[in-house]
């Protein structure tokens, strides 16, 4: 459809405080939106034309702000959406202004994302987005402060964000694996806590995907009349690790940090006060609190003998 078939309707009364904006208007600023795969069909592409010559305003709004350089509107909110439109030759979109301030925009890319939803590897890096913007607003910031304005704000647990933090920090062939369903997160985070260098733990995220392939065709069938007839692709999980032949290092052996990074692991989710202080203790470590402060947070703690 081209952009000559499609026409604003006229007496459309406006939704809010929206307003149409040509589409050539916005632009993309660099680096800012996480999402990598924007899943752009003609099928949508052809219901957001429709929707358009019913009533544009129907078409949930673009945000962001106004360049005062360039004239241009920097989108905060919406990308994908003018994606769409470009495909479908939609010529406007609606449009409500909202700040420019960074943590502000990361904040909403993390709570009116209505489309597409995010994978791992893109709320990784919008967590880790949020966690420096908020430091960089809030300096005397301590590290269990940011973890929890990052959990708040994207609606995750602590456990979700140490996974995110891991996969942040995993080489970008682990990240890709990811992104292809190939492994989960919780794998991987597991895999990090018992390898010690990056061949090592590519290695055995390697051998992770192979188990999970070969544990999917021992498997028996279920209901194999059912479904489009198409196999699901197998995924390796903190399950497989434990059934497959992935490298495994004895506890004792294991480096100080790699015996710390699984022992949070094991009791992130822990309600008890000796979890809850070893987690602060450990981020308070690997943040900029100063010594008083970490010997306040140790000394003070009350941890009786929990069974």
Excluded at 7 to 25: F, H, M, S, V
Excluded at 71 to 88: P, Q, S
Excluded at 219 to 245: C, D, I, M, V
């Amino acid at each position: 459809m081209s952009k000559n078939q499609i026409q604003i309707p006229e007496g459309t009364a406006p939704y809010k405080k929206a307003t149409l904006k040509q589409i050539d208007e916005f632009v993309v600023e660099e680096g800012f939106n996480k999402r990598k795969d924007f899943g752009i069909t003609q099928l949508e592409a052809d219901r957001l034309a429709r929707t358009f010559q019913e009533d544009p305003y129907k078409i949930p709004p673009v945000t962001g702000f106004r360049d005062r350089k360039t004239g241009n509107i920097v989108i905060t909110d919406g990308e994908r959406r003018v994606r769409l439109a470009r495909k479908a030759g939609v010529p406007s979109l609606p449009f409500i202004p909202t700040s420019e301030d960074l943590l502000s925009r990361l904040e909403q890319q993390a709570t009116s994302n209505s489309g597409k939803s995010f994978t791992d590897v893109e709320n990784a890096e919008l967590a880790d987005a949020l966690s420096n913007a908020f430091l960089a607003q809030n300096p005397e910031a301590t590290a269990k402060e940011v973890r929890d304005y990052t959990c708040g704000v994207m609606n995750i647990s602590q456990a979700t964000f140490y996974n995110y933090a891991s996969l942040f920090k995993a080489p970008q062939e682990v990240q890709v694996k990811v992104q292809n369903d190939e492994i989960s997160l919780t794998a991987v985070r597991q895999i990090m806590s018992e390898t010690s260098s990056e061949e090592e733990l590519i290695e055995s995220v390697n051998v992770a995907i192979e188990d999970a392939k070969a544990q999917a065709a021992e498997a028996p069938q279920a209901n194999p009349g059912k479904g489009n007839g198409k196999k699901k692709q197998a995924k390796a999980t903190k399950s497989t690790l434990k059934k497959g032949k992935t490298k495994k290092v004895p506890f004792a052996e294991k480096s100080y940090n790699q015996k710390l990074a699984e022992i949070i692991s094991e009791v992130v989710d822990s309600p008890t006060e000796g979890a809850k202080m070893l987690i602060q203790l450990d981020a308070a470590l690997k943040g900029d609190t100063s010594k008083q402060d970490i010997l306040a947070l140790v000394v003070g703690a009350e941890v009786s003998n929990e069974a």
